[in-house]
């Protein structure tokens, strides 16, 4: 199993100790003894995702794709080319504090030799409802309920940029119906939000753990994917997105497309597994 966990709903936590630990300590011992702090000494599950994704962010400031974190807002994205002629190309949105390699190693291991993936790292930035440990984010987070106060700016930004980078496919020859987006947990509801107001006819659109974004203004007038794959896949015990939320963006989501399949993992929390990724 690749564990891909994050803290979109966890709640809100003091990250000054760590503050401390940061200066003191070398950073990937930290982030060892963090990731162990999660797994055995703390039981709540929004706590062990805050310990594990503080962990992945320590590591991931000393990755190959993150080093840039603090040279630039948003790094140059993962790109695994085709190994035989190009036809198609996925393009794969991370959640909450991971990165795009993250998922980019998890692609290699079951990409076709005809398409080109790639996945993009957002920018590192404060999130709202926890401003102490800044982490990269496609957009704000100003709380943790369905009611909450979206960041509509920072999501049309993330949107637009999401379609330039559709559009650079589709100069470089790709036809729209052959370009797939995709995405985990923030990453799913960014790539729902991408798909849904994409004025080009996508491919396919695929969200695991994923959510409705602006669903308050749908349908509005966006027609070209109407009928457009839309796959979602939720484990049933999602302990970070709730598996309801899932449910409630297909309902919400039917009432528009015709073509929207929900799957539901038995048992999954906020994760994936062989079987979501093979299937």
């Known amino acids: 199993m690749i564990q891909k966990l994050s803290i979109d709903n966890v709640a809100s936590f003091t990250f000054f100790p760590f503050s401390i630990a940061l200066v003191c300590f070398p950073f990937q011992f930290l982030a060892r003894v963090l990731g162990v702090i999660a797994r055995t000494h703390v039981s709540h599950p929004y706590m062990v995702s805050c310990f594990t994704t503080v962990a992945r962010s320590v590591r991931n400031l000393f990755s190959s794709d993150a080093r840039s974190f603090f040279a630039q807002r948003m790094p140059n994205p993962v790109v695994i080319e085709p190994t035989a002629e190009h036809k198609a190309t996925v393009i794969w949105y991370h959640g909450l504090g ?36 800044p982490m990269t984010a496609w957009f704000d987070i100003h709380g943790l309920s369905m009611n909450s106060r979206e960041d509509i700016e920072g999501i049309m930004t993330a949107t637009k940029d999401a379609h330039k980078m559709i559009d650079a496919e589709i100069a470089a020859g ?5 370009i797939l ?5 923030m990453g799913g509801a960014l790539a729902i939000n991408v798909g849904f107001r994409c004025k080009q006819k996508l491919g396919g659109v695929v969200a695991l753990s994923g959510f409705l974004l602006r669903r308050t203004e749908l349908p509005g007038t966006f027609n070209a994917n109407r009928d457009t794959p839309y796959l979602f896949g939720h484990g049933t015990a999602d302990e970070v997105v709730p598996y309801e939320w899932g449910q409630l963006t297909q309902q919400t989501l039917s009432k528009f497309c015709s073509n929207v399949s929900f799957k539901s993992y038995n048992g999954m929390g906020h994760s994936t597994c062989t079987e979501v990724r093979e299937g």
């Open 98 to 133: 991971d990165v795009g390699e993250s998922w980019a190693e998890a692609l290699r291991t079951i990409r076709h030799p005809n398409v080109k993936y790639i996945c993009p790292t957002a920018g590192t930035r404060q999130i709202s409802f926890q401003p102490m440990f």
């Open 181 to 185: 987006v995709g995405g985990f947990s």
């Open 174 to 178: 790709i036809p729209s119906n052959k």
